[in-house]
């Protein structure tokens, strides 16, 4: 049942919104439970919540053995927090990943700031999603985690300056999720991950959704 | 104390073949900080209760008290959250969430801040300046309850809030709700849930009111006391949607064909 | 409303350029981030086209006629000055029109007791070719004025007006009509009222109709402002563009024309992309018709302003279809009671009824007109003159000839239209060239070429042709974009299941495409007869310059009495009146008799949802 760990072909579609329904529903069944019996209590086929659960894994919030999917110890107080804390944790954990790094790195370094549809096509053209798609998708998680903001009207991202960096990446201290670095510097050890084999946390998650970009 | 009273309403319709009598001799009180759930099959009038109490429509009789003092006009102590989010599509979100704000002439220095926290607690940063189209749906019903919310009711007025939804969204959207109601620093009072889907209304209140079929009159108020979050695949969960399920069916029909109770089909499934 | 109507709207939800191709377009469209590649070169070809077109055309006069650039500039500012009135004109009939189409629209669909009466004379209004009665209204206003520079101006400003009016007021009216009752609702729940909900909810819920519809109501106003001013050349002359290029071309003074034309096609250019495109762009927000039922949102809203001219004409479309199946005019519901019979006969005789009562009535009612008409001018100002009394009894061979006409002119423009649009439809490269060209053209008043086409061309393609010609300038337009519309919002599987099954060509013309664009198609030629009816004024009789160097064009029609009537003066009056009344009575029953049944039929039958 657990989605594949390869570098994928595809950038699922899933808005956070699902994947925090994801989580709850988990939260419900007290933190543990089969994949298929979580899509059966919402009359959801299996294939309908994997993209959510692909990303919570890929956000190390569950993790996915034989078919069951368990809370890490941060899934578990992100569905603790409030609204606000459960935004902090995910904007951290997206931080982490790579193409997120490298979106923020990119926005970074861009003379205004900004970076147009076109090339942020370009930096998610692994994917055999749709490019439309793909983008509209990284662009509302970066956006619902307030990594950088959208400008609609001219099709760009625009980058969330902090005050005192001038870097992007969220302009308010995370509510929760231990030390973190601000966008874009060495990723430390996220608090959740305690436990876990150092070699997993201070690589790149490994994950089906984000890709190792060449 | 109660904060709401609603003393035996009827709403008929005058309409080409007659008139059409929607619901009939409705009585129920909503307390403080009550999450009170209605229920009903499609048509039973839910919607139009909802919009009775607040005073968007007159009762054809029947009185409807708020804090004791009759309800005769839009009462500007409750807010409505609308099935299709109702967003006005030229406003940024945060012109949506300061709508009320300004509907009841608050200043404009006020409105800024107030805003702000609001399309925080609702988990909206980052989106201010967006406009609803560029939202999810998930997103945007946030945005009807923090417009909702901002004004700082009373009562929260949920019509069919989850159900334009996909079903993740709508368990996400399900438990924020809960959790805003819960916090004590948060406006609404009490929250009047109006629903198709029986499994929701006992998942969310305290208790819940059956509609019969149209004309609507109440079948039964059923006390939900189960701990949160509630298991949906509980024995007691089930029991209770059973329940009303059951009520459901069995006041849909005439006594004369009363079916039987005992499998009355499959609980918690939306009518 | 629209939306209820089960009619697909005329333009595809999403602007099909780049993002949604209609399966007739050969291969599916590029992804999102090209949509700003597109627009950009869309845009620059637009300008190109806005200096090209001028100059070939000049270029070609140039070469005929020997004209030097060094005059044309020396010209240059009288025609600047001229059209700077023009301008002055427009902008005072847009103003009025603004503020009547919001507080008419406003007041028509608030007021359930108001929209019955408002609602049926606007559509009467709006399907009355309202520049026959500026002959009228210059007599009127300049006898009010006399002498005075007022009167003609008073007369051309609400010409201009009522070119530009109606079709702002159904955009008003309808955007209220079809905002979603969920947005009132909401305004309700948290008690906006006064002017903030006006300002909040009701006005920018008219803005992106407004906008659009504004677009074609220019287009529509430079149309009948030059030819207001053409027509009232040798009368009370009127300074402006149009009678400037009349005189330019009475006196063959080629460099003089086309120092004007220069100076109106850069206005507007100017007026193009200075003032709609971006106007356009920012309405875009203000649209509710389409809230994408989001999964992800919709990050990309359509930038393509390109597409504006087939959504203003969708619009005006959407408004003649209002028209067409919400109101009930009187004399329709007078049919109605008429061929009412005790008992119900099958469809077809109560139909056939319907109509045999619907003739009657309105043939009765006409010749009833005209005989009050005769007779109170006989009480009133004596006797009718012996010539005018011969007139009045040409005014029926006269009509019918007008008819033919504009139905010859009709079915040149739908030859030429239909295949452009399928053209256009099918492949993606002709329509990213070529569209823009049209729009561009299409903007462009006709009439500003009327005094060419009368001084050069009449001989080539003798009185009638030029007739004709000028006819289709005003009719072109609304077929063809309405039509390209239809086309692209067929349905593409529709095609695909023909193209499965094998069919091509012409049954694939006949049995897909024609019924499929079917209701576009009415509605194209509702408006574009509309056009035609306002364009019968100047294109059957058209008088350019004066004293010995004008010359005119004059064949027999209901536009040249109309125009007769006009010169003759206070004699003149009971031929208006009656040839007025023909023509009116004329359209109303055109629409009502042939349009309005063939529209109900094909929303009815060739609908596809």
């Keep these: 049942m657990s989605p594949e760990r390869s570098v994928p072909t595809t950038y699922p579609k899933c808005n956070p919104t699902e994947m925090l329904g994801l989580l709850v529903l988990l939260n419900s069944h007290k933190g543990s439970e089969d994949v298929a019996l979580l899509a059966d209590d919402l009359d959801l086929e299996i294939d309908e919540i994997l993209p959510s659960l692909e990303y919570a894994e890929v956000l190390q919030l569950v993790k996915v053995t034989e078919g069951r999917a368990t809370f890490t110890d941060l899934g578990k107080r992100l569905v603790q927090g409030t609204i606000r804390d459960r935004k902090g944790i995910i904007r951290e954990q997206l931080r982490r990943t790579t193409l997120f790094r490298t979106l923020l790195r990119a926005l970074d370094n861009s003379p205004d700031h900004c970076l147009s549809d076109e090339q942020l096509g370009q930096i998610v053209s692994f994917t055999t999603a749709p490019a439309d798609e793909a983008v509209q998708n990284i662009v509302n998680w970066g956006r619902y985690a307030d990594l950088f903001r959208y400008d609609a009207g001219q099709h760009r991202l625009v980058a969330v300056l902090t005050p005192a960096s001038g870097r992007t990446g969220g302009n308010r201290p995370p509510p929760t999720g231990g030390p973190t670095s601000r966008g874009g510097g060495p990723v430390t050890e996220p608090r959740s991950a305690r436990g876990r084999p150092a070699s997993e946390t201070t690589e790149p998650p490994p994950s089906g959704v984000v890709p190792v970009l060449a | 104390m109660s904060l709401i009273r609603i003393e035996h309403v009827d709403k008929s319709y005058a309409s080409r073949h007659g008139t059409i009598s929607i619901m009939q001799d409705v009585s129920f009180t909503v307390k403080d900080s009550d999450f009170l759930a209605i229920v009903g099959p499609s048509g039973c009038g839910k919607s139009t209760l909802l919009r009775l109490i607040q005073g968007l429509d007159r009762p054809s009789a029947g009185r409807i008290y708020f804090q004791d003092r009759p309800v005769d006009r839009v009462c500007k102590k409750m807010a409505m959250v609308f099935q299709s989010f109702a967003l006005y599509p030229w406003l940024t979100v945060s012109q949506n969430v300061a709508f009320g704000l300004e509907a009841l002439g608050w200043p404009e220095e006020r409105i800024g801040p107030q805003v702000e926290r609001y399309v925080s607690v609702t988990g909206l940063d980052g989106f201010q300046e967006a406009f609803p189209r560029e939202l999810s749906g998930g997103m945007r019903q946030r945005v009807g309850l923090a417009r909702a919310l901002a004004v700082e009711p009373a009562v929260l007025l949920m019509d069919e809030p989850f159900s334009a939804l996909d079903p993740l969204t709508a368990e996400n959207l399900r438990e924020e709700v809960l959790q805003l109601w819960r916090d004590p620093q948060l406006p609404p009072d009490a929250v009047l849930l109006v629903s198709h889907n029986i499994e929701e209304a006992i998942e969310l209140a305290d208790r819940v009111i059956v509609l019969s079929r149209r004309p609507g009159h109440i079948l039964a108020e059923v006390e939900v006391t189960l701990p949160r979050p509630r298991d949906r695949k509980s024995a007691a969960f089930y029991e209770l949607t059973d329940r009303v399920y059951s009520l459901i069916t069995a006041g849909g029909q005439s006594l004369a064909t009363a079916p039987a109770p005992e499998g009355a089909g499959r609980s918690g499934e939306a009518l | ?609």
């Design chain 3, 1 to 609: 409303m629209a939306k209820d109507e089960g009619t697909r709207p005329v333009v595809p939800a999403h602007l099909p350029n780049c993002s949604r191709g209609s399966a007739l377009a050969g291969r599916p469209g590029p992804p999102a981030g090209c949509r700003k590649l597109l627009r950009w070169p869309s845009a620059r070809w637009a300008a190109g086209i806005y200096v090209a077109v001028p100059l070939i055309f000049g270029g070609s006069l140039a070469a005929t006629t020997g004209l030097s650039l060094g005059g044309l500039a020396g010209y240059l500012p009288q025609a600047s000055l001229d059209t700077a009135y023009s301008f002055l004109r427009m902008l005072a009939a847009y103003a009025l029109s603004l503020g009547f189409s919001l507080a008419y629209g406003y007041y028509a669909a608030t007021h359930r007791s108001g929209e019955r009466v408002m609602i049926p004379i606007l559509d009467i209004l709006q399907s009355v070719p309202i520049l026959g009665f500026f002959p009228f209204a210059l007599l009127f206003f300049a006898d009010a004025t006399p002498g005075s520079w007022i009167g003609p101006n008073f007369a051309s400003v609400f010409l201009i007006f009522t070119s530009m009016a109606w079709n702002m007021v159904f955009g008003v009216y309808e955007s209220l009509k079809t905002l979603p009752a969920d947005l009132k609702e909401a305004a309700d729940t948290f008690g906006l009222g006064g002017s903030l909900r006006f300002r909040r909810v009701l006005f920018p819920a008219t803005v992106n109709r407004l906008v659009y519809n504004s677009v074609l109501s220019w287009t529509a106003g430079w149309f009948f402002l030059v030819e207001a001013e053409i027509f009232s050349t040798g009368r009370s002359p009127l300074p402006g563009i149009g009678s400037y290029l009349s005189l330019a071309a009475s006196q063959h003074h080629g460099e003089e024309f086309l120092a004007g034309l220069v100076v109106l096609v850069t206005l507007i250019a100017f007026l193009d992309f200075a003032v709609w495109r971006p106007l356009g762009h920012w309405a875009e927000r203000f649209r509710y018709d389409q809230a994408p039922a989001g999964e992800g949102g919709e990050l990309t809203p359509t930038r393509d302003t390109s597409g504006r001219f087939r959504r203003a004409a969708s619009y005006v479309t959407r408004g003649v279809r209002t028209g067409v199946t919400r109101i009930r005019t009187p004399l329709v519901q007078l049919a109605a009671i008429g061929g009412r019979s005790g008992r119900r006969p099958s469809e077809r005789r109560r139909s056939l009824t319907y109509y045999a009562t619907l003739g009657a009535i309105l043939v009765v009612g006409w010749l009833l007109l005209i005989a009050i008409v005769v007779g109170v001018f006989d009480a009133l100002t004596g006797p009718i003159s012996g010539p005018v009394r011969h007139l009045i009894f040409e005014v029926p061979t006269a009509m019918g000839v007008s008819v033919v006409r504009v139905v010859v002119a009709y079915l040149l423009c739908l030859a030429i239209a239909l295949p452009l649009a399928i053209q256009f439809a099918r492949s993606r490269r002709a329509s990213r060239l070529g569209l823009p060209v049209i729009e561009v053209v299409a903007s462009f008043p006709a009439t500003a070429l009327f005094p060419v086409i009368v001084f050069e061309l009449i001989p080539y393609l003798s009185a009638e042709g030029a007739a004709v010609l000028m006819l289709m300038t005003g009719m072109m337009w609304y077929l063809f974009f309405n039509v390209l519309s239809g086309i692209r919002s067929l349905p593409p599987d529709l095609e695909e299941a023909a193209r499965s099954y094998g069919l091509t060509g012409r049954r694939f013309l006949r049995r897909v495409l024609l019924p499929g664009i079917f209701p576009a198609l009415v509605t194209g030629s509702i408006t574009a007869f509309g056009g035609g009816w306002n364009t019968l004024i100047v294109a059957e009789y058209l008088s350019v310059g004066g004293g010995g160097t004008g010359q005119s064009l004059s064949v027999l029609g209901i536009g040249q009495l109309i125009d007769i009537a006009t010169e003759l003066g206070q004699p003149g009056n009971p031929l208006m009146a009656v040839a007025l009344l023909t023509l009116v009575a004329t359209v109303i029953a055109i629409n009502e008799l042939i349009w309005k049944p063939l529209y109900r039929r094909a929303v009815t039958q060739y609908r596809y949802d």
